[in-house]
Structure formats: structure tokens, C-alpha cells
């Protein structure tokens, strides 16, 4: 249900096809199946900075063509005491470079609940899901965030 990081999702550089049509129709091909499984990739910002050398600004991170395909993502921090950063600073880089919705912001961390590891049985983690989803929704009300609705 989930993939760590998948910053080389759309670098067709990696993909061993003859041709370029065929290596893009290949990364193209793999982006619907993470899409219509609703496979969630964990995207760890800070730590990706820090890790690759060749990302040099956090805007050219493959996460702005995750959110343009509309992939299920969400925020991580990787490993927090390493890369000195928390969820919620993540969040904020987010937000910041890639002009984050309501709805985006929403999606991207319930997204990271439901597909959590979670200890408890499928009915239990459906609960815990649901108390998080009402009480981010409390909490827009509380503060005003209007999400608009979602287009079929």
C-alpha cells in the first residue's frame, strides 16, 4: 500500500528501453498502476534535500508531478532526529513550494493515516481513520478552511 520516497518515479533516465517513446510510455504505464491502486508514496522532503545530490531546490522534486498526476501522497520525515525536521515542518515545505490546496492538504494527510501501519484489525484502523478524518474536519470549521468540492 505504500512506497518510500519515489523520487525517481519519472526519471525515464533509469528506465533499460531502447527508445525514449518507450521508456516514457513505460514510466507513464507504472504511474497509473501506483494511481489505480491507490498506492500512497511517502514523501520525505527534508530528507531527499539532504540526500540527492542532484536535487538542487526543493520545487524540481519529483513530488510537484505526483500531485500534477494526482498520485496519493503523503508527508514523512524519514527519519526526523537525522534530518531535524518534523511532520508538521515537512507539512509547511510543502505548502510553501507547491502551492498546497485545502483539499491537497486534507488528501495528503489522511492518505498517510489510511495507509499507516497500523497495530489493530481492518475495523479498528477504519475507526481510527474515521475519529481523524472528523476531527480534521472539526478543526477546518474551527479555523475556516473551506475545501471546494471535488470535481468528477
Known sequence: DRIGHGTNLFDISLVDLPTANERERYVHRLSEYIADRR???????????????????????????????????TICTDNRLVSHTTVTEELVKAVEHFHITPNNLRNLIIYGFKRSFFFGNYTEKREYVRSVINRYELLEKQFGVVRTKAVS
Do not use: G, Y
Open 39 to 73: 498506492i500512497t508514496i511517502e514523501v520525505c522532503l527534508t530528507s531527499n534535500m539532504q540526500t540527492i545530490p542532484s536535487l538542487q531546490k526543493l520545487e524540481d522534486h519529483a513530488f510537484k508531478k505526483m500531485l500534477e498526476e494526482k498520485l496519493s501522497t
